[in-house]
């Protein structure tokens, strides 16, 4: 058993019986200059990849906790990924400030609704937002589909609600939110690639 | 982009031009500073400021917004005109002997066919000729002064250095120096790439700026080639990937398109779009579409896509035209839509003109935002003051704002400006009641399908049966996600040569597209993404960062698409014989012992074909080489013509001064009530160009604190000679003016722009940034889209916030 100073009273202070350690013979090493412990070296480290621009730099993120059950893991630090081959452990300023954004006091935490002439957001569950959403999408489709255009051809589109797409979103996202899409013969349809 | 990131290490010329990497990625720079470190390159940047790329550039040229066409065309002919060109490579590679239809002409800036009262062409004078084998005739001695290079030497003989210098403002000696320096690439042992963002995509000539600058690489023969190629600098972290899957208005999964409403014939639909080859012993690889399109029907339809009702093909959306944002924004403000649905997307911010967007959304009965931030689309409905001035009392809509994930709390993928695929891990949980997006997604679409099935409804088929087999339908995980694009086997996939050779099992995932068959036997979301997850599992996930020939390919770092291939045309760096025209940086050659094509990368041909047989490298172009001619594929041209901005400090166009319709590009659309909202130079005398802040993101980062201290207030850049006229110094507060609004701003007074000299008057350029708005943790501002036009592009419609027209003013005390 091998313990610093630190640890040694870590582990002295967790419980009853602790001070008998010293006399079964393990005693902490000699005292040195104190230095705080490296804060990432008990975090677990999580590969991803920057949401910025399309350099696609490889990050790690770091999170307290170890995964475990309940255990909740708080991002507390995130930085350039030396092994990515384009970014080379790099960030730009604003990649390195990442830790703001997944922290940024304007992270949205639940539905809200803001009802016809209203000037206040009130808070709303899920299944009561998707419940009206899907009512007036419906409703709107239902009034809206068009079949056949003038000329009898078959068109099946629905163009009286669109929808934007978003070029942060991953493949896995941006695939079902197409087949989402197209399924309800959407044509209003777009991503970020056009502006 | 053609090439990638590492990539850029190999060039030994670098023209940033369209686009200003050093600042708006930074990390990509650094390729590019490797270069110059290692390979002894040299970077040139033509740009109207004097940006951190420039700052660090061998040579730097400035130039008017909006110019750049007649900047390349101008390149253009020096490059013909002093024989600098890569003779062997235009020669077989090109279709420069191809003879062009008799009836094409170009006449006082508008080509044949045009219409002024639709404002676009018919475009059927702008072809080959063709011969009774239905291949294109040709003229190998390129004398025929209907051949596609004596037509592009005339067409670009008009624009002389004298030209370009007037319409540019660039001095003559400056783009003359770029010219040298540049023609230098076409030895085969020299190679350029190109670098270009937004610079050029945002103009209402924008996809026709990209294009002359493509056939630049073209001339010098930088296609296909390690160190070069035409390299998009892709804006956002999955706008390739969106792209990619087809997420626009027209689109379908891998390029594919969407049938118009004329399409009524399947069969017809799919031959338009596999095209025989035009000339003898050419791939033409997209006549494999039907592969991919049944495959992607089965993907979304299943079982209830079969042969007898072609595939579902009925059950797609036909277009009557593109609803592409700006066509939207139009319907919605004409009271023709109802509901909107922002995922992550912040148009109030993004989109042109501001209060046309503005009384767009008010218009509408509801709106859905999806995001994980409080974005200024959600709350457009709200009085912000000065920067959202709004009676909230007469707005109707009905705002439903949901949260969802960021990038540290999912896995998934996302394509890189590399096309490379990587696949990222989720961290941590998202704040309070947050959900991942493909979460939100399924909520939204199983009430909806619960509602059809229980209700009935309008043509509820595709949504009754659109493909949901997710393990828990509510949560369809990343992974199913990304095997489905992916494809598999629906039964078993035999080699088409050996009925008795199973390739792929019923049921396990496929290794590529060429697995892929069109009587329904495959299932593939996105034929390009094939091969991301084989039953070798996820090669997204791989991170092997070796690099056994030093070039940087890096194959086993995650996974690229097409077929884990790294530089596009690839087959292109070799001579005709196959062998690399510069060796020292081999990217595939021919292997004439085992009888097939290899090397750092996966060759972008048929694997087994002798270059005796004399197949182009241009497998996806039914000519199989590449077009300076561009046929009927662009809206506004087959070759690129310079036109000023739909906003310009000039009246008309220098290259043809008398014709009024060929002073903007003809062909961009304009819808009826914008042209008013258009400014003319004595009221709007200076350029404005917009553009991004090394420390900011769109309009993310002024939620970020660490963003917010380092860049926390609005400005504008102002050049020191414009500043002296209008008495501004750094520091003062400056209205800036354009005929759709107004925003405030401090002004940064700086020698980064310079005014120029163009038709013999100076133009003055103002800079805008875009980062701010009236949400967030930086200081309030105004959304720069407030000035721009509502105007885009004729092929792609991004709209115009490259080049536009505006005023400047001091005040004297913040209102």
Known sequence: MNLSRRQFFKVCAAGAGTTSLALLGFSPDAALAEVRAFKLANATETRNTCPYCSVGCGILIYTLGDRSKNAHAEVIHIEGDPDHPVNRGTLCPKGAGLLDFVQSENRLKYPEYRAPNSREWQRITWDDAFTRIARLMKEDRDANFVATNEAGQTVNRWLSTGMLAASASSNETGYLTHKFARSLGMLAFDNQARV | ??????????????????????????????????????????????????????????????????????????????????????????????????????????????????????????????????????????????????????????????????????????????????????????????????????????????????????????????????????????????????????????????????????????????????????????????????????????????????????????????????????????????????????????????????IKVSGALSKLKFMVVIDPLATETSEFWQDHGEYNDVDPTKIATEVFRLPSTCFAEEDGSLVSSSRVLQWHWKAANPPGEARADQEIIAGLFLKLRELYAKDGGAFPDPILNLTWRYKQPHFPSPEELAREFNGRALADVTDPKDATKVLVKKGEQLNGFAELRADGSTACGCWIFAGAWSEKGNLMARRDNSDPYGIGQTLDWAWAWPANRRVLYNRASCDPAGKPYDPSRMLVAWDGVNGRWGGSDIPDFKPDSNPTDGMGPFIMNPEGVARFFAVDKMADGPFPEHYEPMESPLANNPMHPDNPLARANPAARVFKGDWDSFGKPDQFPYVATTYRLTEHFHYWTKHCRSSSVIQPEQFVEIGETLAAERGIRSGDHVRVRSNRGHIVAVAVVTKRLRSLSVEGKQVHTVGIPIHWGFMGVARNGYLTNTLTPFVGDANTQTPEFKAFLVNVEKIQTIV
């Open chain 2, 1 to 354: 982009m053609t090439n990638h990131w590492v990539d850029i290490k190999n060039a030994d010329l670098i023209l940033i031009m369209g686009g200003n990497a050093a600042e708006a990625h930074p990390c990509g720079f650094k390729w590019v500073t490797e270069a110059k470190a290692y390979r002894k390159a040299r970077l040139i940047v033509v740009d109207p400021r004097f940006t951190r790329s420039a700052a660090v550039a061998d040579y730097y040229a400035p130039i008017r917004a909006g110019s750049d066409i007649a900047f390349l065309a101008g390149l253009i002919n020096y490059l013909l005109s002093h024989d600098k060109i890569h003779h062997d490579y235009v020669r077989s590679y090109t279709d420069f002997s191809f003879l062009v239809k008799a009836d094409f002409g170009f006449e006082n800036g508008i080509f044949t066919g045009y219409d002024p009262e639709k404002h676009s062409y018919d475009k059927a004078s702008w072809g080959y000729q063709l011969g009774d084998d239905g291949f294109v005739l040709t003229d190998p001695t390129l004398q025929d002064p209907r051949c596609v290079y004596q037509l592009m030497k005339a067409h670009y003989a008009r624009y002389t250095p004298e030209m370009v210098s007037t319409i540019c403002g660039t001095p003559q000696d400056a783009f003359l120096k770029v010219c040298e320096m540049i023609a230098e690439t076409s030895a085969s042992d020299r190679v350029m790439t190109i670098m270009y963002a937004l610079g050029w995509t945002q103009h209402s000539q924008g996809s026709q700026m990209i294009r002359t600058g493509a056939m630049v690489q073209l001339l010098l023969g930088n296609i296909g080639k390690p160190g070069g190629g035409m390299n998009a600098l892709r804006g956002h972290s999955n706008i390739q990937g969106l792209t990619d899957l087809g997420l626009l208005s027209n689109l379908l999964p891998g390029y594919m398109t969407l049938a118009g409403e004329k399409e009524q014939d399947f069969a017809a639909y799919l031959d338009k779009r596999s095209p025989k080859p035009l000339r003898p012993g050419q791939l033409s690889y997209m006549q494999n579409y039907p592969k991919f399109f049944v495959s992607t029907m089965k993907a979304w339809f299943g079982d209830a896509a079969t042969a007898e009702n072609n595939w579902a093909y009925d059950w797609l959306p036909k277009l009557d035209k593109t609803h592409d944002i700006l066509q939207v924004f139009e319907d919605m403000n004409a009271g023709k839509m109802n509901g909107y649905i922002c995922q992550g997307f912040n148009p109030l911010a993004s989109a042109p003109c501001k």
